[in-house]
T-cell receptor
């Protein structure tokens, strides 16, 4: 039973570019959340997708957008990259409708130069 | 504002001793709490959770205690092993029906000395 998988594992981009990160949820999960984790910090909530719609959003600018597909997989897009966007981006999946643990992938390490 | 905080950024224990990691939260409406373990280069790994209608929950070698009066929770690890070395985060869920977001603390680094 595969857990949450994310791709790519590492990515280097230049300031101003755009990036797309991908996530496949744990089997049986229908909800995907994205988090940004700066070095030495706890993860910060970006947004959550359920039934292909953004259900809740954290304090991130509109440069951060996402999508959920019918198979529950998800993408995170970041436009006009800034140096400060360098971080570990974590995807977590869970079952919607019930407070239950989020299961995290190992993340995508994004470096913006 | 909302926040979740840990009392110590680093905790160093001897192998075989018990470890206690503390966490304070600010949102009185929080009703679901989770502890995660994060090893270097990996994502957070679920350890144990507790709902606000409980004050104690036990797992394998781990116990979580919740004190809603002072908005404090702790993670106890029995017979700490080298493999327990990692960063530990407490998180609380804001919102119900799993529509909410997890608010994480800064993390406590547990170092286990052989």
């Amino acid at each position: 039973d595969a857990g949450v998988t994310q791709s790519p594992t590492h990515l280097i981009k230049t300031r101003g570019q755009q990036v797309t990160l991908r996530c496949s949820p744990k089997s049986g999960h229908d909800t995907v959340s994205w988090y940004q984790q700066a070095l030495g910090q706890g993860p910060q909530f970006i947004f959550q997708y359920y039934e292909e719609e953004e259900r809740q959003r954290g304090n991130f600018p509109d440069r951060f957008s996402g999508h959920q597909f019918p198979n529950y997989s998800s993408e995170l897009n970041v436009n006009a990259l800034l140096l400060g966007d360098s971080a570990l981006y974590l995807c977590a999946s869970s079952l919607g409708g019930v407070n239950s643990p989020l299961h995290f992938g190992n993340g995508t390490r994004l470096t913006v130069t | 504002g909302e926040s979740v905080g840990l009392h110590l950024p680093t905790l160093s224990v001897q192998e075989g001793d018990n470890s206690i990691i503390n966490c304070a939260y600010s949102n009185s409406a929080s009703d679901y709490f989770i502890w995660y373990k994060q090893e270097s280069g990996k994502g957070p790994q679920f350890i144990i959770d507790i709902r606000s209608n409980m004050d104690k929950r036990q797992g394998q070698r781990v116990t979580v205690l919740l004190n809603k009066t002072v908005k404090h929770l702790s993670l106890q690890i029995a017979a700490t092993q080298p493999g327990d070395s990692a960063v530990y985060f407490c998180a609380d869920l804001h919102g119900s029906g799993n529509t909410g977001k997890l608010i994480f603390g800064q993390g406590t680094t547990l170092q286990v000395k052989p």
